[in-house]
């Protein structure tokens, strides 16, 4: 069972970046997806959130209108497409699934299972 969060990197203010969260091992279709990150000296932060079976979605008023969370089932993948990027938005992000699907919009980490091993985002000039 693995979690594999990647598409990080460095990139300018008001730059754009698509991170993907791949699950191999088990479906995600069970599961709720959820996007943690956490910034240097800070806790970690949980921001958003899918229900992979009925896309629902679940964005923190620090994200929204700028992140969308999305998924491809056949894929088994997840993507988070993150616009206008700020550089509060530097962190390590991670990915993870959570079968508690009535409450992951909580972005309570301990209620997710399973975890990716997070891939940087810096955003500077």
């Known amino acids: 069972v693995q979690l594999q969060a990647s598409g990080g990197g460095l990139v300018q203010p008001g730059g754009s970046l698509r991170l993907s969260c791949a699950a191999s091992g088990f479906t995600l279709d069970d599961y709720a997806i959820g996007w943690f990150r956490q910034a240097p000296g800070k806790e970690r932060e949980g921001f958003s959130c899918?229900?992979?079976?009925?896309?629902?979605?679940f964005y923190a008023d620090s994200v929204k209108g700028r992140f969308t969370i999305s998924r491809d089932s056949a894929k088994n993948t997840v993507y988070l497409q993150m616009n206008n990027l700020k550089p509060e938005d530097t962190a390590v992000y991670y990915c993870a699934a959570s079968s508690q699907i009535a409450t992951a919009w909580l972005m309570v980490d301990y209620e997710y299972d399973y975890w990716g091993q997070g891939t940087l985002v810096t955003v500077s000039s």
């Open positions: 899918i229900v992979i079976r009925d896309g629902n979605t």
